[in-house]
């Protein structure tokens, strides 16, 4: 049976002792919270938060995501963080190919191979994001630009690297504008990526992968999207700063 996941995605807000507030408060509710052993929790933080938080949580039912890693193993590149860095911090996962990075950092296919490659190598579990455009879903090639993402990044990835992989499906016209994919738009892409996973990888793996959906997650929404067959939880923005929002979306999933 494959896990359901709600992520939380801070982006580049809080400062670490606010963000460490708000990660003992998510903490402590998800210690009241029965939650079953397939869920999880995780939060994706700032680089500057993450030695704080872990301290402060430990290694209970919330684990710890950084938003990027260097394509680099290490040495001479500025201004970098190393996959090998976050790891020696505690944190478990890494968000690989948002389109804010993918926008704003040059972050192209070629570069997500090398920050998946780092994130194997060091044991860390990537959440690949893939997603496309609103031109491109009017001009009908959201399937194609899709297609093209995870083959790209993913095809030569080894089998036993993609079961330690999360996908998070999120349409760039989604994400922070409050305009949410429908439930259908959501899973029938959910559904053509597991398709595309079980033509590179065999139908077992592609059963037991988690697909996440982003995009305008919210406490009104999250419910209905989790509701759908190949939705296996949410990777969130703007409502993960918002307790009780980040609540009521963990006890939908
Ligand atoms: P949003 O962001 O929930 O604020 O739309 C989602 C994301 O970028 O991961």
């Not at 990537?126 to 297609?147: A, M």
């Not at 738009?185 to 990526?193: E, K, R, Y």
């Amino acid at each position: 049976m494959r896990k359901k996941i709600v992520a939380g995605n801070w982006k580049m807000n809080t400062l670490p002792a606010k963000g460490e507030e708000l990660a003992i408060e998510i903490n402590a509710f998800l210690n009241d919270f029965q939650l079953n052993d397939n869920t999880k929790v995780i939060i994706a933080i700032p680089y500057t938060h993450i030695d704080r938080i872990v301290q402060r949580i430990g290694s209970g039912k919330l684990a710890v995501a950084s938003q990027n890693c260097s394509q680099f193993e290490k040495g001479a590149y500025t201004g970098e963080v190393s996959a090998e860095m976050i790891k020696s911090l505690g944190a478990k996962y890494v968000i690989v190919g948002h389109s804010e990075r993918r926008q704003f950092f040059g972050d192209n296919d070629e570069l997500i191979s090398l920050k998946l490659t780092q994130c194997y190598q060091n044991g860390l579990l990537p959440i690949f994001c893939c997603g496309e455009s609103l031109d491109e879903r009017n001009q009908n090639q959201h399937y194609d630009v899709v297609k093209t993402q995870l083959i790209n990044s993913l095809a030569q990835v080894g089998k036993s690297d993609i079961e330690n992989t999360i996908i998070a499906y999120e349409p760039v016209w989604a994400i922070g504008t409050g305009q949410t994919a429908t439930p259908e738009q959501a899973q029938d892409m959910h559904a053509f990526i597991r398709k595309i996973v079980k033509d590179l990888f065999g139908s077992e793996i592609a059963a037991g992968l988690s697909i996440l959906y982003g995009g305008s997650v919210n406490a009104g929404n999250a419910e209905e999207l989790f509701a759908c067959e190949d939705i296996d939880g949410g990777l969130v923005g703007g409502a993960s700063l918002k307790i009780e929002e980040f609540k009521t979306i963990i006890r939908s999933v």
